[in-house]
């Protein structure tokens, strides 16, 4: 039997499977009519909410965000970046090798849009983060970026990395209204690392090429997880013609690896600018719901029709047609789920073909041996049971400061034909292990039998699997 406070709150996170299926089992014909009117209600919202809302990141205001970085040095050779707006509208934010050339007597800036250019100065550098701020002379009226720390980023997770790449600029393909053109790539959080001198870094594998340093990396809510600072680049030489067309050794960088690359994170810069005093924006992960309603409002017109249906439903089922037709759809609901749960003469014919059937009387469950969890008994069904930090994402919670378990870290469900679990690593970032110290490749189901362990992170939090007679 699963304990108290831990079954209070596995059933309380289980309760939307629970409620497209089980609890129809449980009403009978006799319903009153605040029973037929809920029933109709919930199912009305069900539908509603099984349909997904597709919106995409608000790209028009990522891209206004973002600047090209000038820096023009005292021989008057001109390099070029990308930055974005920070603060109050009146800084921007780029890589220090972008605007190194300060160092030497050079002056900076940012190219905001066509004969719009605005001259900046260096007031904070880093050469350790490789991180600069710029303090521009007047207003650009671009938005500031909004930020997403590091608790708020997972592997896998897609971003957009926005900038100049100079190769864009080819001014013997594309016009000269290019050089102003936001460019932008797609791609994924590939790994969470540490460069040489220990600043955070994102590996991702959205295209970022020289001209991109200093350029924003953003998540699919608009909001910048870090700054795209560098390439796996190798220095060749190759044959280019000169002036008169004769082909002369030139040295260039290619590609090294296929698709890495690194942002910095965007802790590394939000902790500078607390020092300075320098205003920013941050994501709150608690306001959640109201960020996904101000990205997305067709979500919140979604959910004002779902209740309008809702009362419309309510005030049917208290008419003498609606009751007749609430008791059909019970009706229909019972036989539905009937056929979700095969019968015992169903069982027995599966078994004559595959020699397998589940074991009548037992239950499979997971149990806490070490953790947070050491001690309790969790209830399986065959739904699948994810495990790691976030509410949102998993029915089995670990605390917030448990900073050694992801977000979501590992996927548990139990297969009641072949008497077996699967374990599947969720691309966790300290990994899934087997109690061999075997490592549960991410996306990969293992086959558990019952009391057999496995653990998430360390062998401080252990878990077992295993079947146990029904009370």
């Known amino acids: 039997m699963i304990s108290g406070a831990a079954r209070n709150k596995y059933q309380a996170s289980n309760i939307r499977h629970q409620a497209e299926g089980v609890c129809f089992m449980e009403i009978s014909y006799s319903c009153n009519r605040f029973e037929q009117a809920t029933l109709i209600a919930v199912m009305m919202m069900v539908l509603l909410h099984a349909v997904p809302v597709w919106a995409s990141p608000p790209i028009d205001e990522m891209k206004d965000s973002t600047v090209r970085i000038l820096c023009i040095s005292a021989n008057n050779d001109m390099g070029t970046g990308s930055g974005f707006i920070i603060g109050n509208g009146k800084h921007a934010v780029t890589n220090w090798h972008v605007v190194a050339c300060t160092a030497g007597g050079g002056k900076t800036g940012i190219l905001c849009g066509q004969n719009c250019a605005v001259k900046g ?175 997305y409002p067709e979500m919140f017109w979604g959910i004002a029709c779902s209740l309008m249906l809702s009362l419309l439903a ?76 976030n509410p949102r994402l998993c029915q089995l919670v670990f605390p917030g400061n448990a900073t050694d378990i992801s977000k979501r870290h590992c996927i548990l469900r139990y297969d009641v034909i072949k008497r077996v679990f699967l374990l599947e690593d969720a691309w966790s970032a300290n990994g899934t292990f087997l109690i061999s110290g075997e490592h549960v490749r991410p996306g990969t189901p293992y086959m558990l039998k019952p009391g057999d362990r496995f653990y998430l992170s360390d062998p401080n939090n252990l878990f077992e699997v295993g079947l146990e007679k029904e009370s």
Do not use: C, H
């Not at 897609?158 to 100049?164: E, I, K, P, R, S």
């Not at 053109?181 to 590939?190: T, W």
């Not at 997880?225 to 000169?242: C, E, F, S």
């Not at 169903?346 to 947070?372: A, Q, S, Y």
């Open 121 to 295: 100065e260096v007031i904070w550098k880093s050469e350790k983060k490789d991180l600069a701020i710029l303090k521009l002379e007047q207003e650009t009226g671009k938005p500031p970026v909004e930020f997403a720390g590091g608790d708020m980023v997972e592997d896998a997770e897609t971003v957009y990395a926005l900038g100049f790449p100079g190769a864009a600029d080819d001014g013997q393909i594309v016009g000269s209204q290019s050089v102003t053109q936001v460019k932008i790539s797609r791609g994924i959080i590939s790994a969470s690392v540490s460069s040489q001198v220990g600043t955070k870094l994102y590996q991702n594998d959205a295209a970022i090429n020289p001209g991109n340093s200093g350029g924003p990396l953003f998540n699919e809510y608009g909001e910048v997880v870090g700054i795209n600072v560098a390439k796996a680049l190798a220095a060749v030489v190759v044959l280019r013609p000169d002036e008169v067309g004769v082909p002369v050794p030139t040295i260039t960088r290619v590609p090294e690896g296929e698709g890495i690359g690194w942002a910095i994170q965007a802790d590394e810069l939000l902790s500078e600018l607390e020092k300075l005093g320098i205003p920013y924006n941050e994501a709150d992960e608690t306001d959640y719901i109201a960020r996904v309603w101000q990205r």
């Open 314 to 389: 309510l005030l049917f089922a208290f008419t003498q047609r609606g009751r007749v037709m609430v008791r059909e759809a019970v009706s229909k609901s019972r036989a539905v789920v009937s056929k979700r749960f095969p019968s015992e003469s169903d069982l027995r014919g599966f078994k004559n073909l595959v020699g397998l059937r589940p074991v009548v009387g037992l239950r499979p469950v997971l149990k806490g041996i070490t953790g947070d969890f050491a001690g309790s008994v969790f209830e399986m069904d065959e739904d699948l049971l994810a495990i790691g930090r």
